[in-house]
């Protein structure tokens, strides 16, 4: 194999997708190395947990900064400190900008709780269970500048059963999110150079 990809993790909270991200990266074999995680919320649990893992793990608050772009410049000046090549955003709950959006064009995935193109957004399995599917899921996609709105890269679904609360589907959903991003960055950085 070739160079493992310099790798950051974007969080706002617990870091169950980011720990599912660390846990395959310790293959020898898996492409990325996660050198990085950055969280817009200084109290969030992910950050102590990516410390925890070795993982050099910092906080820059986006209520810090007057405007997003500010606070994107702040993220992006830290993401080429570290010498990140490639940025995963599990449970990043920030928008992104045009202009951090097509600096990290082609380097910029997200792992979204929906069948997208279905359910872009918040609320996602109140929405799918409003509607009457028999399916919700995630997405890993590429990030665009319209939100949740690049190309999918993979998905998971599951059964959406006639007792189903938002609740009960997002745990559902969670479970399969944490076999889908690890493959779903490997699939992307195996092909990517």
Sequence with gaps: MTRRVRTAVLISGRGSNMMALLAAARADDYPADIQLVISNRPEADGLRKADAAGVTAIAIDHKDFDTREAFERELDAAL????????????????????????????????????????????????????????????????????DGGD??????????????????????????????????????????
């Excluded at 990140?84 to 990043?92: E, L, S």
């Excluded at 202009?99 to 380097?107: C, L, Q, Y």
């Excluded at 979204?112 to 359910?119: A, E, G, N, T």
């Excluded at 059964?159 to 699939?187: C, G, H, M």
Aim: glycine content about 6%; charged content about 25%; hydrophobic content about 45%.
């Design 152 to 193: 999918i890269i993979d998905h998971e679904a599951v059964q959406i059963e006639a007792d189903e609360t938002p609740e009960s589907l997002a745990n559902k959903v969670l479970k399969r999110e944490l076999v889908l991003y690890p493959r779903a960055l490997n699939k992307v950085l195996m092909g990517w150079h």
């Design 80 to 147: 080429r400190a570290h010498k990140i090549d490639f940025v995963a955003c599990a449970g990043f709950m920030r928008v992104l900008t045009e202009w951090f959006v097509s600096r990290w064009e082609g380097r910029l995935i997200n792992i979204h709780p929906s069948l997208l193109p279905k359910y872009k957004g918040l609320h996602t399995h109140k929405r799918a269970i409003e509607a009457g599917d028999a399916e919700g899921g995630a997405s890993v996609h590429w990030v665009a500048t319209e939100v």
